[in-house]
């Protein structure tokens, strides 16, 4: 593979990969993580793609694989919580938010099952089309349509009746002392 083929499709899909990643791990470092692993097994796998045009399918569907093969390894172990006297930045609570601003919209969309958050953050966020979600998803089109009608319905009532926030980022075993 040319180098600067890959420097062209690194900085043409990065950030919507990142995003993505982020949407569903909630998480700024597993995101990074998720996004790193996808492109190293695009250098890894990439020749073995027939079909140039079908790229940014391949690395959606491939950062969600691993998306969901990190959540199977992680059930195996015990996390533990982070104690009161971690740092952690402070939340800005803004005053007078409208319910529908981009803010609550997206803290609402961390607090939907990840089956939901999906197909949304793809379809709304990443603007792919109903049969590059199912590609990517691997389920047929007429689950997307339906997860994303009832991810719909279930941000609508978040927006209307707010629950707890969502869980924090938990804590890798580097960053602990």
Known sequence: MNPLEATSVVEQHYANLYRFALSLSRCESTAWDLTQQT???WAKNGHQLRDATKLKSWLFTTLYHE???TRRRASHFVSEEMSDTDDAAPQPTPEGLHPFDGVA????????????RAALTLFYLKSNSYKEIAEILD???GTVMSR?????????KLLS???PPAPECPAREEEQP
């Open 67 to 69: 998306f969901l093969a």
């Open 161 to 163: 009746d707010p629950a």
């Open 105 to 116: 919209v997206h803290e609402a969309l961390l607090k939907l099952d990840e089956e939901y």
């Open 39 to 41: 492109y190293y097994l």
């Open 139 to 141: 389920i047929p089109i």
């Open 148 to 156: 994303i009608s009832r991810g719909k319905a279930e941000l609508r």
